[in-house]
């Protein structure tokens, strides 16, 4: 059990994040730090045989519109031209070589060489539809060695504003181009038709207003007979846009394409072909899944292929070998409980220390989720797998903290992870407490200056009040809090009595306005390491420097002062092999404060030497006995008996009863287009994690006798 709690610690070490900004960017397929290795055909003991061509690619789909996907990719060589003025011309393309990308919402160029910056045309800035027009005359040399003429044909673009992204491979704000530029693209190792056929039905989706889906599969044109050329430049009807669409972007399983060749001669399926995605975050990868006896195999419907040793392009194959999994644990991908989650350890290196990492799976529905559940209990008899959200595991975990085989550190994420919480999920990423309350940067009335690099943790006054709710710890502003739920109270009360039309749930009154957990915040600590992400989220910006993270004890009082701000942390600030999210290794220009001062590393309170060391100083306060002591009533309010209902709202506790929808109220909504919207609602918010304890958490010194019962019983 403790081996494989060890998997649930964040993704590390630090080195991995190091050597993805010394790259300064990563590939779709690698961007996610605890990703499993593309493999291809390989010999028994399942180490690929064929030597992939790896791709030193600056794109990333998260350079894409949050839900965009790459569909295809060219070779090819771009030129564009655009007004006069000096700064248009030096953003001039001129017979640059570099990879065209198709997306569901725009074209992308990226340059071969570095210095060039990513090119992203979206479609609703296109002046026109794209085009195929002839360019100049071509010599070939056929069989016979004689030259033949042949018309060159070029893929035109014509665009009113663009975006340059990584200019000189640097990381920041996307640059938005609104001077009208016509692209030229020449394909290299192919004819442009069937991009341009592509492209075409991207562009009249976009104008018609209908939102493109990202689950494309070109071959669905062949196979469906879509005329792309046939197709009126008016509107169509709602009703044969919406077919149309569909044929092309979600393509069913009986599509002929690539068999998944397994990776050993006897190797038997477990399963039919499943569609499958695999969730990161703010990604995800759509594609087919299928059990065998020897392991898991998933192949994407989309995006670039590789090359193989045979100069062959295909779809990359991901494998997961049964040998390596530790664990699982059943999850959300959204509001809909779908997803299930797979820890894998390998020896690895000359210590042959056993390394972690995972990867998060949605399936179509919960049937086929937990048919892969006990097909892989089944297989994993010999070393049963460890599934960190039965009821069996939480009760375990909750013995071995009572009796000192588990820290406080490790307890937390057990907690977590069975509460529905991952590191690929941002609405659902790992929630942990603010334990101490004293981060001061300079002297205060505290310390002396001759004390300021000391920090007493057993010393009361260094610690927050555990038994409170962020939102609850400043009195006066709490104040505020309870005025608007009592006003909200009121107002339901009399709007009842009105009407005999009862209110809806999500009406219901709340004090909270804002969670302790969601993306923003999430990317909000982890800026530093994840900016791509960031810029993600923030369509394409950083946010003003005064608002960023650049400080801790800016940021705590923040957090109690703030009406629109009570987060909490997360396991990062508690994990000294994580420090790298305190510095700003890639030299992100995030911009100046209002005093001046240039926001670069986290300020670190003055009892801290480094961010190393201040890891190490937040560690010993979570390990330390007032903490241990007090850590029941926090457990209480996130996962336990005051984390919602009545019981909340006298604990200070209640937030916007979005943030307590789970799959039952979504299925219970009737309109599809009303479930997306609250799904995207909540993923936005915030999430309250499940409650895993039906009655107060039990103190560490308590027996196990006194505490039968405190586990929440399993859904049956």
């Not at 800035?125 to 010599?139: N, R």
């Not at 950083?542 to 650049?550: A, K, N, Q, S, T």
Request: hydrophobic share 35%; charged share 25%.
């Amino acid at each position: 059990m403790n081996e494989a709690i060890q998997a649930l610690h964040p993704p590390r070490p630090a080195a991995s994040r190091r050597r993805l900004r010394r790259s300064a960017s990563s590939s779709t397929d690698t961007v996610s730090l605890s990703d499993n290795r593309v493999v291809r055909r390989s010999s028994s003991n399942g180490v690929s045989s064929t030597r992939q061509r790896r791709s030193n690619s600056r794109f990333t789909e998260l350079l894409l519109e949050h839900g965009e996907k790459q569909l295809n990719d060219w070779a090819a060589r771009a030129s564009s031209s655009c007004g006069d003025g000096n700064r248009a011309l030096s953003l001039r393309l001129k017979n640059t070589e570099g990879r065209m990308r198709l997306c569901s919402r725009s074209i992308v160029f990226e340059p071969g060489h570095a210095s060039k910056g990513i090119v992203r045309i979206p479609f609703r800035f296109m002046l026109s539809c794209p085009a195929l027009v002839e360019g100049g005359m071509l010599s070939k040399t056929s069989g016979d060695k004689t030259n033949k003429r042949e018309t060159e044909i070029i893929f035109a673009v014509s665009s009113s504003r663009h975006f340059i992204m990584k200019s000189n491979n640097t990381i920041g704000p996307y640059e938005l181009i609104e001077t009208p530029t016509d692209f030229r693209f020449t394909f290299l190792h192919s004819s442009p038709s069937s991009a341009f056929a592509l492209a075409k039905v991207l562009y009249k989706s976009e104008k018609w207003s209908v939102p493109s889906a990202v689950g494309f599969d070109p071959r669905v044109i062949e196979k469906y007979n879509v005329n792309t050329h046939a197709m009126p430049s008016n509107a169509l009807t709602k009703q044969d846009e919406n077919i149309v669409l569909q044929k092309i972007f979600d393509p069913p399983l009986e599509i002929p394409g690539e068999p998944i060749q397994f990776l050993h001669v006897h190797e038997q399926p477990l399963s039919p072909k499943l569609k499958c995605t695999i969730k990161k975050p703010l990604m995800e990868i759509t594609g087919i899944a299928v059990m065998t006896n020897s392991g898991f195999y998933f192949q994407k419907f989309h995006g670039e292929a590789v090359t193989n040793d045979g100069g062959v392009r295909s779809k990359p194959l991901s494998f997961w070998s049964i040998r390596d999994m530790k664990a699982i644990a059943r999850r959300y991908d959204g509001l809909k409980d779908v997803g299930l989650e797979i820890y894998l350890g390998r020896r690895e290196g000359c210590a042959n220390k056993l390394l972690y990492r995972s990867i998060l799976l949605s399936f179509e529905s919960i049937e086929v989720r937990d048919r892969m559940v006990r097909s892989l209990m089944t297989l994993k008899q010999d070393e049963p797998l460890v599934c960190f959200t039965d009821r069996f595991f939480v009760e375990s975990a909750l013995q071995q903290w009572q009796s000192g085989q588990l820290d406080n550190f490790s307890y937390l994420l057990v907690l977590n992870s069975a509460a529905g919480r991952t590191f690929h999920d941002l609405s659902r990423y790992p929630v942990f407490p603010w334990v101490l309350s004293n981060y001061s940067e300079n002297d205060d009335e505290i310390y002396s200056s001759e004390e300021t690099t000391f920090l007493d943790l057993t010393d009361e006054i260094n610690f927050r009040d555990l038994s409170k709710p962020i939102g609850a710890l400043n009195e006066e502003r709490f104040v505020e809090f309870q005025k608007r739920y009592d006003g909200m109270a009121q107002q339901q009360k009399f709007g009842q009595g009105q009407s005999e039309k009862q209110h809806h749930v999500h009406d219901s009154p709340f004090m909270f306005g804002t969670h302790y957990s969601s993306p923003g915040y999430v990317l909000f600590y982890l800026l530093r390491v994840m900016p791509e992400h960031m810029l993600c989220l923030q369509n394409g910006k950083f946010d003003v420097p005064d608002r960023l993270f650049h400080s801790i004890d800016s940021t705590y009082q923040s957090v109690l002062t703030n009406p629109a701000d009570v987060k909490e942390l997360i396991p990062e600030f508690y994990d000294p092999d994580c420090f790298d999210f305190l510095i700003n290794a890639m030299g992100l220009q995030l911009g100046n404060l209002q005093s001046g001062e240039r926001v670069n590393d986290v300020l670190l309170p003055s009892w801290a030497k480094s961010a190393k060391h201040f890891l190490h100083l937040t560690r010993a306060a979570l390990e330390s006995d007032y903490c241990t002591q007090h850590l029941p009533k926090w457990i209480d309010l996130i996962f336990g008996v005051t984390s919602r209902g009545s019981r909340a709202k006298e604990a200070r506790n209640l937030f916007h009863p979005i943030s307590y929808l789970g799959p039952s109220d979504l299925d219970a909504i009737e309109s599809e287009e009303e479930r997306k919207r609250v799904e995207f609602q909540a993923n936005e918010f915030g999430i309250v994690p499940d409650q895993l304890f039906c009655k107060e958490h039990p103190l560490k010194n308590a027996s196990w006798d006194s505490v039968e019962g405190v586990v929440m019983p399993e859904h049956p």
